[in-house]
């Protein structure tokens, strides 16, 4: 019977804790509470997008929850970057691998926002290897410091 009491207690916990995180995880990341677009950003062009990720969306969970969409994933090499982290730095000598995604406006105002683009990150053209070029989330070099201090 304690046994039983335990079990329950420990479900119910779990439980709890994996909604609370799911939706703290909303609210930081995907709602649109904690995110105003910078003005001075421009608009995103209504037509397909190509996205080069090399970290946490490079998991199509993650992709799924943030855009919707898993957007038609393949492997993808950036040249003359390395990776810190969540982020990239210019290495001539260095490559990093990510995924190159196929997305629509919508999934890229999604990206813009799970990026904070703006606020924590830029959006670049990028030139990969293979000749395509694709949008790039690099961290702004303002909250690079603000980070390291």
């Keep these: 019977m304690?046994?039983?009491?335990?079990?329950?207690?420990?479900?119910?916990?779990?439980?709890?804790?994996?909604?609370?995180?799911?939706?703290?995880?909303?609210?930081?990341?995907?709602?649109?509470?904690?995110?105003?677009?910078?003005?001075?950003?421009?608009?995103?062009?209504?037509?397909?997008?190509?996205?080069?990720?090399?970290?946490?969306?490079?998991?199509?969970?993650?992709?799924?929850?943030?855009?919707?969409?898993?957007?038609?994933p393949e492997d993808a090499v950036l040249v003359g970057y390395q990776r810190n982290g969540l982020d990239l730095t210019p290495e001539p000598e260095s490559h990093v691998n990510g995924l190159l995604l196929t997305i629509d406006a919508a999934e890229l105002r999604r990206l813009d926002r799970y990026e904070r683009l703006g606020?924590?990150?830029?959006?670049?053209?990028?030139?990969?290897?293979?000749?395509?070029?694709?949008?790039v989330y690099l961290r702004r070099p303002d909250t690079r410091t603000a980070l390291a201090s």
């Design 2 to 72: 304690a046994k039983t009491v335990w079990l329950k207690r420990l479900a119910i916990g779990s439980g709890v804790g994996i909604v609370g995180m799911a939706g703290w995880l909303w609210l930081t990341m995907l709602s649109p509470w904690f995110y105003d677009r910078p003005d001075d950003l421009d608009d995103i062009e209504q037509r397909i997008h190509q996205v080069f990720v090399y970290g946490t969306l490079r998991y199509a969970p993650v992709r799924l929850a943030v855009m919707g969409s898993f957007g038609s």
């Design 119 to 135: 606020v924590r990150y830029d959006r670049r053209t990028i030139t990969l290897e293979d000749g395509t070029c694709a949008w």
